[in-house]
């Protein structure tokens, strides 16, 4: 693990810590509160994060990601739906957006803090 894997997972540690959770009941996170971490993982990684989630009825088209993440140094934008890790399902409108964007070549990464985690080491913004 580099320095910046284990800042960040110090920071990841500390945010579950002080939402009193422990590592053992990391399934009880909110969907909100892993959204949050997913923000500041992208954001300490150099990205921009656009957030569309909204916590009441709008008049946006159904099925968007919560977030919308550019990663100027690698040229790649990207979808980012966020779920809670455990329990969290998708809607149907969701799945057909999913879907289109992987048969239009748009990034789309589906999950939590691991999730996004992953991503950025899979396009190299972070080390293995």
């Known amino acids: ?11 990841h540690k500390r945010a579950t810590e ?7 009941c990391l399934e009880d996170v909110t969907e909100k509160a ?6 500041r993982l992208y ?10 989630s ?5 008049m946006q088209s159904p099925g968007f990601g919560d977030l919308y993440v550019f990663c100027e140094r ?14 969290g399902r998708q809607s149907e409108a969701q799945k057909k957006f999913q879907e289109l964007c992987q048969r239009c070549g748009i990034g789309y990464v589906i999950g939590g ?6 991503h950025l080491r899979k396009i190299g913004v972070v080390a293995e």
Do not use: I
């Open 18 to 24: 002080l939402a009193g959770l422990t590592t053992g």
């Open 34 to 39: 892993e959204q949050l971490e997913v923000v």
């Open 74 to 87: 690698k040229g790649l934008a990207w979808w980012f739906e966020t779920k809670r890790p455990k329990g």
């Open 113 to 118: 803090f691991d999730e996004a985690h992953d």
């Open 43 to 52: 954001r300490t990684a150099g990205c921009e994060v656009y957030s569309l």
């Open 54 to 58: 909204q916590p009441r009825a709008t």
């Open 1 to 11: 693990m580099n320095r910046y894997q284990r800042r960040v997972y110090r920071q």
